[in-house]
C-alpha cells in the first residue's frame, strides 16, 4: 500500500471549479477518484488505469479531467462546471501493484478524503 494525502476541496457556486489534488508516497499503477455523497452509493468518478485506459462517470464526462504526475506520485482532478449534484466526500484512490481490475478492487490504499460542496 502507499499513502494517499488530499487536498482542494471546499465549498464552490454551481458553475465553478475546484482541482483535486491527491500525493502518494509512492509508486502507483491504476489511480482513482471515487465520490461519496449522503445516501448514495459510492461511485468511480474518474480513473486511470494501469495500461493507460481511462474512465469517467457519464455524469461527470466533458466536465472532469483526471491527469497524473508520475515523476511527482500525485494525480489531479480538475472538476469544470460543477453541480449541486457533484457534492459529496471525494477519495483518491490508488493501487500499489498491478491487478487485472478495472474497478474499485483494483485500489489498495485510499485517502482520508475531502469534502466537495456546490451551493445553488
Known amino acids: 500500500q502507499v499513502q494517499l494525502v488530499e487536498s482542494g476541496g471546499g465549498l464552490v457556486q454551481a458553475g465553478g471549479s475546484l482541482r483535486l489534488s491527491c500525493a502518494a508516497s509512492g509508486r502507483t499503477f491504476d489511480v482513482g477518484w471515487i465520490r461519496q455523497a449522503p445516501g448514495l452509493e459510492r461511485e468511480i468518478v474518474a480513473a486511470i488505469w494501469w495500461n493507460g485506459d481511462y474512465t469517467y462517470a457519464d455524469s461527470v464526462k466533458g466536465r472532469f479531467t483526471i491527469s497524473r504526475d508520475n515523476a511527482k506520485n500525485t494525480v489531479y482532478l480538475q472538476m469544470n462546471s460543477l453541480k449541486p449534484e457533484d457534492t459529496a466526500v471525494y477519495y483518491c484512490?490508488?493501487?500499489?501493484?498491478?491487478?487485472?481490475?478495472?474497478?474499485?478492487?483494483?485500489?489498495?490504499?485510499w485517502g482520508q478524503g475531502t469534502q466537495v460542496t456546490v451551493s445553488s
Open positions: 484512490a490508488a493501487a500499489s501493484i498491478r491487478r487485472p481490475y478495472y474497478s474499485e478492487k483494483a485500489f489498495d490504499s
